[in-house]
């Protein structure tokens, strides 16, 4: 008997595997501040480790969902390929360069657009030409830069954060300071400071730099998750990561971390569906 209920929650286990790693959901988030007094009807979609997968030709049942929501803004958080010698970016090298057809494209990588980037000898794909192709579709790259964007007259400076790699070691978390970010990304002014950190091991430094919206994702949302404990374990092999999927409303900042679109070296998903994550701005005299 007891075989048999091991046998049977195998097969739970996997055909639900099966149905997480082909399909994803819309997650919504409304962010409120008394900055964004002002601001109406704002919305920005964010993707964040699609790990070149695909979600029907082309992508096709992904770009209808971003159109679908008619975002005012699209955010990339990072991973969006895999940093794999034999692995084709192209499909997601067209998904994103079609994105700038619905709206303004902002990039921030992840540590496998990073590592192309600062380890090229190591591979044979070339992240010099998958930027070149996407800045010339109009996505803008934010590689320790930051933009001002102005919907409404409202003053919203959005920051690409690029953290050492080192910071993404397995087995043991690396420091990062505030000096750190401040020497990449510059000091945080009286604007609304969305960040795109893509590793959330370091919330506590982004907070403290000033950020007021965190936009993170590498976790894939811990891969297995357990409602009303979270996801079970991050890339470097800690269990149970204080922020592996949803949003967390922190003292001084919403921390919104995606669950991600996509696998790589681990495909498995459990009770944590892949997702594109859109954030809907208020300020508090719209209450």
């Given at each position: 008997?007891?075989?048999?209920?091991?046998?049977?929650?195998?097969?739970?286990?996997?055909?639900?595997?099966?149905?997480?790693?082909?399909?994803?959901?819309?997650?919504?988030?409304?962010?409120?501040?008394?900055?964004?007094?002002?601001?109406?009807?704002?919305?920005?979609?964010?993707?964040?480790?699609?790990?070149?997968?695909?979600?029907?030709?082309?992508?096709?049942?992904?770009?209808?969902?971003?159109?679908?929501?008619?975002?005012?803004?699209?955010?990339?958080?990072?991973?969006?390929?895999?940093?794999?010698?034999?692995?084709?970016?192209?499909?997601?090298?067209?998904?994103?360069?079609?994105?700038?057809?619905?709206?303004?494209?902002?990039?921030?990588?992840?540590?496998?657009?990073?590592?192309?980037?600062?380890?090229?000898?190591?591979?044979?794909?070339?992240?010099?030409?998958?930027?070149?192709?996407?800045?010339?579709?109009?996505?803008?790259?934010?590689?320790?830069?930051?933009?001002?964007?102005?919907?409404?007259?409202?003053?919203?400076?959005?920051?690409?954060?690029?953290?050492?790699?080192?910071?993404?070691?397995?087995?043991?978390?690396?420091?990062?300071?505030?000096?750190?970010?401040?020497?990449?990304?510059?000091?945080?002014d009286p604007s609304f400071q969305i960040l795109l950190a893509h590793n959330?091991?370091?919330?506590?430094?982004?907070?403290?730099?000033?950020?007021?919206?965190?936009?993170?994702?590498?976790?894939?949302?811990?891969?297995?998750?357990?409602?009303?404990?979270?996801?079970?374990?991050?890339?470097?092999?800690?269990?149970?990561?204080?922020?592996?999927?949803?949003?967390?409303?922190?003292?001084?900042?919403?921390?919104?971390?995606?669950?991600?679109?996509?696998?790589?070296?681990?495909?498995?998903?459990?009770?944590?569906?892949?997702?594109?994550?859109?954030?809907?701005?208020?300020?508090?005299?719209?209450?």
């Open positions: 008997m007891l075989i048999f209920i091991l046998c049977i929650l195998g097969l739970i286990f996997i055909a639900e595997n099966v149905r997480e790693l082909r399909t994803f959901r819309v997650k919504t988030y409304r962010i409120t501040s008394h900055k964004l007094n002002g601001i109406k009807n704002r919305k920005i979609v964010f993707l964040s480790d699609l790990h070149n997968c695909s979600y029907g030709k082309r992508n096709g049942r992904l770009l209808a969902a971003v159109r679908k929501e008619r975002p005012d803004l699209i955010l990339i958080g990072g991973d969006m390929l895999v940093r794999r010698n034999g692995s084709s970016y192209a499909d997601t090298l067209r998904f994103v360069s079609r994105l700038t057809s619905i709206a303004p494209v902002y990039y921030a990588n992840g540590n496998h657009e990073q590592k192309l980037k600062e380890e090229t000898g190591r591979y044979d794909q070339s992240y010099a030409a998958y930027k070149k192709s996407l800045t010339e579709a109009g996505v803008i790259f934010l590689e320790n830069e930051a933009v001002l964007w102005r919907p409404d007259n409202v003053r919203i400076r959005i920051s690409g954060l690029e953290i050492p790699l080192s910071s993404y070691e397995k087995l043991g978390k690396r420091g990062l300071s505030v000096r750190q970010i401040e020497d990449r990304i510059g000091r945080a959330p091991a370091y919330v506590r430094q982004y907070e403290e730099w000033g950020a007021e919206l965190i936009l993170c994702g590498h976790l894939h949302g811990g891969l297995v998750g357990i409602p009303g404990v979270g996801g079970v374990i991050s890339p470097d092999f800690r269990l149970f990561p204080a922020y592996s999927a949803g949003i967390y409303r922190e003292p001084k900042a919403d921390v919104v971390v995606s669950r991600g679109l996509g696998t790589h070296s681990v495909p498995i998903r459990f009770l944590n569906p892949a997702e594109l994550v859109v954030l809907e701005l208020h300020g508090f005299n719209e209450l």
